[in-house]
């Protein structure tokens, strides 16, 4: 009836298109393609077909990044102006051997496993971007990947987000994804174990929140899930995902479709890079020397 489909990314797209053309139920670990244009094929043919889709973005269903999506939604910081999504950890701490996962033509490296987590959380909550800016894939012990990431979106409105990611870092004991949104009425900061939210003024729809700071915790916002995959969320991606296949509701947070907006963004990402290193050459100058004085100081 449904298949799991957790093999390297570039065989995401042909194994996703023959379980469909068969009738069966696919849950596929992100990323979900490499192409976006096959992602959005996939997509519409799960719907022509009325089969269950998922894609393994995990953390929409952490409890603390749900009630960072239904604040913003509600009105609590008033418009969003500006977002930083990060996302950092001790992946890659020296050179190593040559894997699918160190081969971004396989979907291997930092952007495709560590920083489509945080992109897709902004995506789930803005959609597409409107331009990527100032990308830079950057490799720090990887031959043929990139290890951090920085990427600008901008957004109809004035909305900026800007992306930091980086899996090269050692003062992180595990991978740590967090979000931090500006508004025009507060502040919200989300990661893995809790919310803090500051509001400038309280909201009807929001009782549960005061003028000031607010903070939630994970625990408390996290509905009691039937069995243990490693961590809630995990568990709970699952078992939608298997309660949908058994005829229940469908209450997925990540399917193809939404998988395929973040397919596409890193697409942005990947040609906006390959501009930015051809007009780098041409476009940056050395600043000319300053004179110094007698104590060192420039004039």
Known sequence: ??????????????????????????????????????????????????LVNQVGY???????????????????IGEVTHVLAEAYGPVVLKPKGSTWRTDRAAGGGCLYDYAAH??????????LPAQVTGTILNSIYSADTDDEVYST????????????????????????????????????????????????ETVDALPEYHEGWNVKYTTE????????????????????????????????????????QTDRTISLMIDDAEREKTLAPETVRQAPARKRGWFGLAR
């Open 58 to 76: 995990h953390y929409r269903y952490v409890g603390a990044f749900q009630e960072m999506k239904r604040l913003v939604e509600a009105g609590a």
């Open 221 to 260: 916002l996290t509905e009691p899930v039937r069995f243990y995959l490693r961590g809630e969320e995990y568990s709970a991606q699952i078992d939608d995902f298997v309660a949908a296949v058994q005829g229940g509701p469908r209450k997925s947070l990540n399917d193809f479709a939404s998988a395929a």
């Open 153 to 200: 979106f901008a957004y109809a409105g004035g909305l900026s987000v800007q992306l930091s990611v980086n899996w090269s870092d050692e003062s992180y004991r595990k991978m740590s994804a967090k979000v931090s949104l500006t508004g025009t009425m507060g502040r919200i900061t989300a990661d893995r174990q809790e919310i803090q939210v500051y509001m400038r």
């Open 118 to 127: 945080p992109i897709n959380l902004v995506n789930w909550c803005f959609g």
């Open 1 to 50: 009836d449904a298949v799991i489909i957790a093999t390297p990314s570039q065989l995401h797209g042909p194994m996703v298109r023959k379980a469909l053309e068969r009738g069966i139920h696919v849950f596929c670990e992100k990323p979900f393609c490499l192409d976006w244009r096959e992602a959005e094929e996939l997509a519409a043919l799960a719907e022509s077909k009325g």
